[in-house]
């Protein structure tokens, strides 16, 4: 069980207990503060619960809800949260309740996993009220909060509370270890600086600096690009097609580039600081490269190789360049 958690050993003893004893609460809360990891927790312990296997041999793996839950499919694992910078609406927790009232797909238990509780309304708090008052039997609420004082005490007092504690220094290294990450002495120790004890937000500052290591190559390539230096070409297109979100990021980047500096190179008012591409080429060649651009963005929709659309589009506006300077 808990695959895949680093540390937690007192919460993860708990519910270990809990479920091979068939003895699993109708409601817990997880807290913590952000990034401590309440999100994979949650999602490891729903799966053992929801495992038809004998309950001491809980999660077996192999049994079809095993399966579903690897996949992301359960049908019986219902997850409520916010919008990003909203709060979770009393519409949004009748529905939940009234999904919770009926026979589970699976023929086992249902478990619902309210993330973010804290940003729920006082109605929508409420309205909850009742069903950890007098819960269904089989039913499993899983509530995460950063903030657990937000909640109303009669909500707190009818949930089995769960403290995750921010990993030691050691804990922390074997999470990145986990995640196969490539990092120096001086990287680890300023990233457990950081992020002391959060892995969540750990390896969110790594995707974020992985993005933005992107986004500030993109304008040094292209201006290499422009004075037909062809060298940085395959290796940014190398790490721009790694991952499909930083690859389509990438290319809205490239649009605004060139669109922004065709706009100033036909002599438009500056909406901003000077386009570092504006001098390098004419008006013409520079909304070509905005078509190229845009028409980069759309194949990265597709199933197309992202590092091989990269290559082309960069080698296409070298040529672009090319064709403008003969000109």
């Keep these: 069980m808990f695959e895949g958690i680093v540390g937690q050993d007192r919460a993860k003893a708990l519910l270990s207990r809990a479920v091979h004893a068939d003895q699993v609460s109708h409601a817990y809360l997880?807290?913590?503060?952000?990034?401590?990891?309440?999100?994979?927790?949650?999602?490891?312990?729903?799966?053992?619960v929801l495992c038809t296997a004998v309950p001491e041999n809980r999660p077996c793996g192999f049994c079809p809800s095993c399966r579903h839950m690897?996949?992301?499919?359960?049908?019986?694992?219902l997850?409520?949260?916010?919008?990003e910078g909203g709060t979770i609406k009393i519409d949004q927790i009748r529905r939940l309740i009234a999904d919770m009232g009926s026979r589970p797909l699976e023929g086992g238990g249902r478990v619902c996993l309210i993330e973010s509780a804290q940003k729920m309304t006082a109605e929508s708090q409420n309205a909850l009220l009742k069903s950890l008052e007098e819960p269904e039997p089989g039913n499993v609420f899983l509530l995460t909060a950063d903030n657990p004082r937000k909640l109303?005490?009669?909500?707190?007092?009818?949930?089995?509370?769960?403290?995750?504690?921010?990993?030691?220094?050691?804990e922390m290294l074997q999470v990145f270890a986990a995640h196969h990450l490539d990092l120096t002495p001086e990287?680890?120790?300023?990233?457990?600086?950081?992020?002391?004890?959060?892995p969540g937000l750990a390896l969110s500052q790594l995707s974020e600096d992985a993005d933005n290591g992107i986004k500030t190559a993109l304008i040094p390539v292209i201006c290499d690009i422009l004075k037909h230096n062809l060298m940085p070409i395959f290796d940014f297109a190398e790490k721009a097609g790694k991952d499909k979100r930083q690859s389509l990021e990438s290319a809205d980047a490239l649009i605004q580039l060139f669109v922004n500096a065709a706009a100033e190179a036909a002599g438009a008012p500056l909406q901003a600081a000077p386009s570092p591409v504006a001098g390098l080429a004419g008006v013409?060649?520079?909304?070509?490269?905005?078509?190229?651009a845009a028409e980069l963005r759309k194949r990265l929709e597709t199933n197309a190789n992202p590092r091989l659309q990269?290559?082309?589009?960069?080698?296409?506006?070298?040529?672009?360049?090319?064709?403008?300077?003969?000109?």
């Design 187 to 198: 990287q680890q120790e300023n990233l457990l600086a950081a992020a002391p004890g959060l």
């Design 79 to 83: 997850i409520t949260a916010p919008p």
């Design 284 to 292: 013409q060649a520079l909304t070509e490269m905005a078509e190229c």
């Design 70 to 77: 690897a996949s992301g499919t359960h049908p019986d694992f």
């Design 310 to 327: 990269w290559e082309a589009a960069l080698l296409r506006i070298a040529e672009i360049q090319e064709n403008s300077d003969e000109n």
């Design 30 to 48: 997880i807290t913590g503060p952000d990034g401590i990891g309440k999100g994979s927790f949650a999602r490891s312990f729903a799966k053992a």
């Design 152 to 170: 109303l005490p009669t909500i707190r007092s009818r949930c089995q509370q769960l403290p995750l504690e921010p990993l030691t220094d050691d």
